[in-house]
Nanobody
Framework: QVHLAESGGGWVQPGGSLRLSCVAS????????VAWYRQAPEKAREYIGI????????DIPASVKGRFTISRDNAKNTVYLQMDSLTPEDTALYYC??????????????WGQGTQVTVSS
């Protein structure tokens, strides 16, 4: 059974940084793409990028490009989201989403419970 656990969220002042972690168990991330999403209250879920099984990072939207960086450590089965220059608009629940290689469609998609990030002064 695949399980994802996000951590690293919390409160930070505008301009600050946080690094979120997504630890996977039950499946190797080396055989997975892993995406990050966020959802603010009363807003739609927003996709904020993906790291492929080959280690490339793709699809960073303009809203976070240049401020957010996705990386992975296959030995630790962990994906990271480094967030810099945070603004109140980044306040949201952040989720990771593991996509098993070789599994067609969303059957191989797995979600964590999320970690809350709050940016305020």
């Amino acid at each position: 059974q695949v399980h994802l656990a996000e951590s690293g969220g919390g409160w930070v002042q505008p301009g600050g940084s946080l690094r979120l972690s997504c630890v996977a168990s039950g499946w190797p991330i080396s055989q997975s793409a892993v995406a990050w999403y966020r959802q603010a209250p009363e807003k739609a879920r927003e996709y904020i990028g993906i790291t492929t099984d080959s280690g490339r990072t793709l699809d960073i939207p303009a809203s976070v490009k240049g401020r957010f960086t996705i990386s992975r450590d296959n030995a630790k089965n962990t994906v990271y989201l480094q967030m810099d220059s945070l603004t109140p608009e980044d306040t949201a629940l952040y989720y990771c989403n593991l996509r098993q290689a070789g599994v067609i469609g969303t059957k191989g998609w797995h979600w964590g419970q999320g970690t809350q990030v709050t940016v305020s002064s």
